[in-house]
Nanobody
Framework: QVQLVESGGGSVQPGGSLRLSCVAS????????MGWYRQVPGKEREWVAD???????NYVDSVKGRFTISRDNAKNTLYLQMSSLKPEDTAIYYC???????????WGQGTQVTVSS
């Protein structure tokens, strides 16, 4: 199995920035798309962004221009640079990894991001 550990969350004021990291370890085979999701208690988990092995990126409309997803394949690490944070960005952010031919995605435990004045 692949273990995913997120870090970098915290509490910031609106307009602030945070950089989330996700390190993959363990049985790392055929890692394909990596992405970030977020979830607010009582609501469905929301896809935020993803990135392919070739560096192609996709974002949910609400974060375009503010968030940047990147990855370092050599370090098996995923990043999410978040700027111009808004209160509605408050959520637990989860790292997601898809492996070729794997029946299930891998998930981290999440890191809390709180944006408030």
């Amino acid at each position: 199995q692949v273990q995913l550990v997120e870090s970098g969350g915290g509490s910031v004021q609106p307009g602030g920035s945070l950089r989330l990291s996700c390190v993959a370890s363990g049985s790392i085979f055929r890692i394909n798309v990596m992405g970030w999701y977020r979830q607010v208690p009582g609501k469905e988990r929301e896809w935020v962004a993803d990135i392919s092995t070739c560096g192609m990126t996709n974002y949910v409309d609400s974060v375009k221009g503010r968030f940047t997803i990147s990855r370092d394949n050599a370090k098996n690490t995923l990043y999410l640079q978040m700027s111009s944070l808004k209160p509605e960005d408050t959520a637990i952010y989860y790292c997601n990894v898809k492996q070729t031919l794997a029946p299930y995605d891998s998930w981290g435990q999440g890191t809390q991001v709180t944006v408030s004045s």
